[in-house]
């Protein structure tokens, strides 16, 4: 059986629907599915809508089954009242399921990198250039991490620390790609000494628990600790020369 | 036989009454009609008491606030109930717009005027002719919106104001001088073109003095607005001239520079093309269908030819900003501003699949191709959804809570590098790439090249868009895997040349293997269904939205300074509105332009309109003047 235009439409929007919900490990937010159907539903319709033949293919069962005539079914006129019917039922219980109280904290749109303040730009590590001494102070970089970090960001700097689980925001995990390497060490120097508190506002809302550094270490061993985290993971860090 | 013409008024427009007989001549459209009826319904006095409150509630807070801040010292004014930064972001936006159109037009005018020229096509200059008549109407509108913005910057913003003349002086009265230069220009090359038909070079120097005039007038411009985003240090030790060139030439001007004049382009294609569809959709004769069609495709594809750089010229931009202060490029791609730059990705994701359509309909219905190109447009379908998905795609996702515990906080391990520099830049090329297919597959449709040498050009050019492809996206990959400063300086870079070396090898390449081609089919004009010129508006529209939002954003960046790092805004506005109150204004400027510009395009067809209504009256009088 030859199936027509706008069943094969339909079955590769569903099958991609599906794909895009069930396939994808660790599921997708709904609102990223929703924003990859909605340029799939417009491409499909920019391509069946090119050529004239495709267009009435597509396009004129469903005029036809809206339009309706005299020789339409029985079966047919009770669908288009079902149609009719169903449609603003489902935008209703769409938006009753919106507006209707929830208990589940509201979406968040966070800034996972905002700007640091002026006073930590434009600085660089005074132990980057110690070729001399570099793997000492790594050495002693780890041991800043092992004794202060380790619990949150994990032992393979992987964000999955023994506490790692209790918390949301979960700690970062330095070995991914698109982490560290993105980021000049000034901008994790920032990070480091600030903490969770010192995060500007517009990165609200913050539940981030990590400490304070800066009224805990002292800047050198903040410094080699940053040393140690691009040696470990073997990134380099972002710079601009 | 005399000519007694009298006027009388009724309700639905004017009657022509002449020798007893009525030729009813609308001269109204149904909206005046209507208006009409609500002012003689009483419609006026509602009016009146309307504009008398509110003139009256104005003038009440102005005064109050003028005694509060009408000291020569103030630093700030406000206008009740608009507030100032509102007041300045309306008209300074509307005033960028049109100046935009001001100068994209020119570039428009001058090329289709040196086709014309070039290949003695009357339609070229026909179309040169019509769109320099809009320039003329929005010349006018243009300087109003900089008066006003003028205005409320020295009335609201003294502090400012003061700041800049202090540094910028001369250059306004370079300005000031430039801007009468090209008003003279303007008006010769509009005025004077049918009078230099036969003196066509002279009219097109004309037209490049004033594209000359007109960029070096926005340069200026340029000047003041990125020196407010990357000033300099202006030391005192400094003559003035250095310090005034110090000043001008700071670190962001020149890719403005180079980004507005290709906006510029880009703007004044899409808006050509918006304005023959809207033309074409009211045409009444096959005539009139032809020329529109054929007018709206030039748009487009002068739309197209600026919008394939323009990405090339934004991330310069962008890289500057970076290099310049690394707190303003984060606080644009990945802070507070960021997701107005995945609005951006959306806006340019579907202008790019806007023009690819066109030219796809194009094939469809004016060269009515063969349907085995339903295969390369259904290649080049999944290739733009592809590659736009990855481009719209955040690096921080809006998830629920129990979302991201799913995902392990908003970053989903999988779509996560997609959010990154090196993504996106590898689609985008990818997608001006596709576009570009679609406009050689439109070029050559219907025609066979006669080149003894055409086939191994043709494998040529496959050959080149193969290794383009796997370049580009080789460089992006491989950009995951090397420091930050070696993708965005070398491979960055290196996409972006491979994939401007396709452009400018095939495209000479396929002109001469097409010229003198046999044609195997007819190009048939006025036969687009109209959906198509819905696209074209569509991405009129979305050009102005996208000036609007990034005009914002440019603004926005600076975030609580007038200038960067030197002047503090210490106004109550100094605060970055929220995302949707951002959105909810640039919506509202893009619909008063849009609206503006219908208006100039209703009263520059104005004469015509009297033209043909006389022309028909003039034939009716003529017959009854034979009965008689």
């Known amino acids: 059986m030859r199936i027509p235009l706008i069943g094969k439409v339909a079955i590769i929007w569903v099958s991609l629907y599906l794909a895009l919900k069930f396939l994808v490990s660790p599921s997708l937010p709904s609102s990223v599915i929703f924003m990859y159907m909605s340029l799939i539903t417009v491409c499909i319709l920019l391509f069946v809508s090119v050529f004239p033949e495709d267009a009435e293919a597509f396009f004129g069962p469903i005029k036809r089954f809206i339009a309706g005539d005299q020789t339409d079914s029985a079966v047919r006129k009770l669908g288009r009242v079902a149609m009719f019917a169903i449609i603003p039922l489902f935008f209703g219980h769409r938006s009753y399921q919106a507006n209707m109280p929830s208990y589940e904290p509201p979406l968040e749109q966070r800034i996972v990198h905002p700007a640091p303040p002026t006073e930590f730009t ?19 970089g780890g041991e800043v991490f092992y004794r202060n970090c380790v619990f949150c960001h994990g032992d393979k700097l992987d964000g999955t620390g023994i506490f790692a689980e209790g918390f949301n925001l979960r700690p970062a995990n330095f070995q991914e790609n698109g982490v560290i390497n993105m980021l000049q060490e000034s901008y994790l ?34 410094w080699k600790a940053i040393l140690f985290l691009y040696d470990y993971t073997g990134y380099k860090p972002r710079t601009w020369e | 036989m005399g000519f007694p013409l009298s006027l009388k008024g009724d309700s639905g427009g004017c009657v022509l009454v002449g020798d007893g007989v009525e030729v009813e001549r ?54 009740p109930y608009i ?78 104001f003061n700041f800049l003349s202090g540094v910028f002086f001369p250059t306004f009265l370079l300005y000031a001088f430039l801007f009468i230069l ?52 202006l030391s005192a030790t400094m003559g003035y001239w250095e310090r005034l060139w110090a ?45 529109y069609d054929w007018m709206g495709y030039i748009g487009n594809f002068v739309g197209v030819f600026g ?128 576009t570009f297919i679609s406009f050689l597959l439109y070029w050559r449709a219907n025609q066979e090249s006669t080149r003894s040498w055409a086939k191994g050009a043709l494998y040529f050019q496959y050959f080149l868009f193969a290794v383009a492809v796997i370049a580009v996206i080789s460089l992006g990959v491989y950009g995951y895997y090397v420091p930050a400063v070696v993708r965005v300086k070398i491979l960055s870079t290196a996409q972006v040349l491979v994939v401007l070396f396709v452009l400018i090898t095939v495209t000479p390449l396929t002109a001469l293997s097409l010229k003198s081609a046999k044609v195997t089919g007819s190009m048939t004009w006025g036969v687009m269904p109209p959906r198509s010129q819905y696209v074209l508006i ?25 200038i960067y790092g030197v002047l503090r805004d210490t106004s109550p506005y100094a605060f970055t509105p929220s995302v949707g109150f951002a959105a909810s204004m640039m919506a509202a400027i893009t619909f008063a332009f849009c609206l503006i510009v219908l208006f100039i395009f209703w009263v520059a067809g104005l004469p015509d309109k009297a033209g043909k209504k006389l022309t028909s009256s003039a034939r009716v009088l003529e017959a009854l003047g034979d009965k008689a």
């Open chain 1, 189 to 222: 120097f920032w990070r480091i000494s600030k903490g969770g508190i010192g995060l500007p506002e517009e990165s609200t809302p913050w539940n981030s628990a990590m400490p304070r550094w800066e009224a805990i270490l002292p800047e050198e061993d903040r």
């Open chain 2, 247 to 291: 000043a001008v030439h700071n670190p962001t001007w020149n890719p403005v520079n180079i980004h507005r004049v290709i906006g510029n382009i880009v703007l004044g294609g899409f808006m050509c093309g918006a304005y023959a569809a809207v033309r074409y959709l009211g045409s009444k004769t096959q005539e009139e269908r032809e020329h």
């Open chain 2, 83 to 160: 507030g100032s930064r509102n007041a300045v972001w309306v008209i300074a936006q509307l005033h960028i717009l049109f100046a935009g159109f001001v100068l994209g037009v020119p570039i428009f005018a001058l090329v289709c005027e040196y086709i014309g020229y070039r290949t003695g096509d009357i339609r070229y200059d026909k179309l040169a002719k019509e769109f320099t008549k809009l320039l003329t109407a929005s010349f006018g509108t243009t300087a109003t919106f900089g008066a006003i913005f003028l205005f409320l910057l020295v009335g609201m913003y003294p502090k400012l």
């Open chain 2, 26 to 79: 609308k001269m109204n459209s149904n909206l005046f009609t209507q208006l009409r009826g609500f002012m003689k319904r009483g419609g006026w006095l509602i009016l009146l008491s309307l504009g008398l409150f509110l003139l009256g509630a104005f003038l009440k807070n102005g005064v109050a606030f003028a005694e509060d801040a009408g000291s020569a010292m103030a630093e700030y004014r406000d206008i």
């Open chain 2, 182 to 233: 090209e008003t003279i220009v303007l008006y010769i090359y509009w005025y004077g073109w049918d009078y230099m038909a036969g003196k066509k070079k002279l009219h097109l120097f004309m037209g490049l003095l004033l594209n000359l005039i007109g960029l070096a007038i926005m340069w200026t411009a340029d000047a003041w607005l990125s020196f407010q985003a990357s000033p300099v240090v």
């Open chain 1, 122 to 140: 434009g600085m660089y590590n005074p132990y980057r250039e110690d070729h001399e001494h570099f793997a000492e102070n790594v050495k002693r």
């Open chain 2, 538 to 562: 569509s991405n009129g529209i979305l050009v102005i939205l996208t000036m609007t939002l990034m005009g914002y954003v440019r603004s926005a960046s600076r975030v609580h300074f007038h």
């Open chain 2, 307 to 434: 919008l394939l750089p323009l990405p090339f010229a934004g991330y310069w931009l962008m890289r500057e900003v970076y290099e310049y202060n690394q707190q303003m490029g984060i606080t644009l791609m990945g802070g507070v501003l960021s997701w107005l730059f995945i609005l951006q990705a959306i806006q340019i994701g579907v202008l790019f699949l806007g023009a690819n359509y066109y030219f796809w309909q194009g094939l469809a219905y004016r060269a009515r191709v063969e349907a085995r190109y339903k295969k390369y447009i259904l290649a080049m379908v999944i290739t733009l959804v592809l590659c736009f998905a990855v481009w719209l795609t955040p690096h921080s996702l809006v998830a629920s809570l129990s979302e991201a515990r799913a995902m392990g906080g908003t970053h989903h391990p999988l779509l996560g590098v997609f959010g990154v520099m090196s993504a996106k830049l590898t689609v985008v090329n990818l997608m001006i790439l596709t």
